[in-house]
């Protein structure tokens, strides 16, 4: 656990509050991600701006958003929060292996290593989405009410 | 959909990447099951010592489910008082008016201080727990 030790001081004893924000952050990011996904499919016009420069925008925020959620999960596994209740745990821990799970099934598609999978890009996606809220909700959201 | 060129077949890397994800997937459950099992060992010891805080007289303090237990213990001057780890989670011992500070208390562990004067305390990674030491005498 010294890893956690490390970090919170580094953080001046406020590791579980950056956590909070970095998940939120995520949150927040993976929304955007849906919003461009959405733009590049022309399936939306929103935001207003190219195809390409959605796509373009939808991989960079795409890597900061991985870069941030894999940090974040990272100091989870190393020193977990902390559960206020068995249930709590069990489905943040549920979304938590979903996520990397539809990670790697994006990353089987985008690296060819699932030709076919292509048409479920979408599907994949909103999944990553919805698995980021729901860890939103069994995190930060239960960080917020306990307070 | 994407101006940029996707690479037409499968990498090393490629490989690389997705079973990192794969290796992430399943190391929050075994994680979370590594946890769990201690936690099952240390709560017969924090049955045990909450059975003996309801006589009177205990001088432990518990943490488990992100609590300090009792949120207020009274002791004599001079007692040695103990703080229990039971959670999954590490914790500290973090007086509001400074001095005392246990650093990162692991799962399992114990920290203790020998009573002077009472004090309002918090754990710094958990600043949602909070209680208090009120010393006697």
């Not at chain 2, 920290?111 to 002077?116: G, K, P």
Request: glycine share 12%; proline share 4%; net charge neutral.
């Amino acid at each position: 656990m010294d890893i956690i030790k490390s970090l919170n001081d580094l953080l001046g004893g406020q590791l579980l509050l950056w956590k909070v924000v970095l998940t939120s952050l995520v949150f927040a990011c993976s929304g955007l991600q849906v919003l461009l996904a959405a733009r590049f499919y022309e399936a939306s016009t929103v935001p207003p701006i190219s195809t390409g420069t959605a796509a373009t925008a939808h991989r960079v925020n795409g890597t900061l958003t991985l870069g941030l959620a894999m940090a974040v999960a990272f100091t989870c596994l190393v020193g977990p929060a902390g559960p206020t209740s068995p249930t709590r745990v069990l489905l943040h821990s549920v979304f938590g292996t979903l996520v990397f799970v539809l990670l790697a099934l994006k990353f089987a598609v985008l690296k060819r290593l699932w030709r076919a999978g292509d048409r479920y890009l979408p599907w994949i996606g909103s999944g990553l989405f919805l698995s980021f809220a729901a860890i939103w909700a069994t995190s930060v959201a239960d960080y917020i009410t306990a307070r | 959909m994407s101006d940029v060129a996707e690479p037409r077949t499968a990498s090393l890397a490629g490989i690389l990447v997705v079973l990192l994800f794969l290796v992430f997937a399943v190391a929050g459950p075994v994680v979370i099951v590594w946890e769990r099992l201690g936690a099952d060992a240390g709560a017969g010891a924090a049955a045990a010592r909450e059975g003996a805080g309801a006589g009177g007289g205990g001088n432990t303090v518990g943490m488990a489910g992100l609590k300090f237990q009792p949120g207020t213990l009274t002791v004599a001057k001079g007692t040695t008082v103990v703080f229990d780890n039971d959670d999954t989670a590490p914790h500290t011992v973090t007086a509001r008016s400074g001095g005392t500070d246990s650093g990162v208390i692991d799962p399992g562990r114990s920290f203790s201080l020998v009573a002077s004067e009472g004090f309002d305390y918090f754990c710094s990674i958990h600043p949602s727990m909070t209680a208090k030491l009120v010393v006697t005498g």
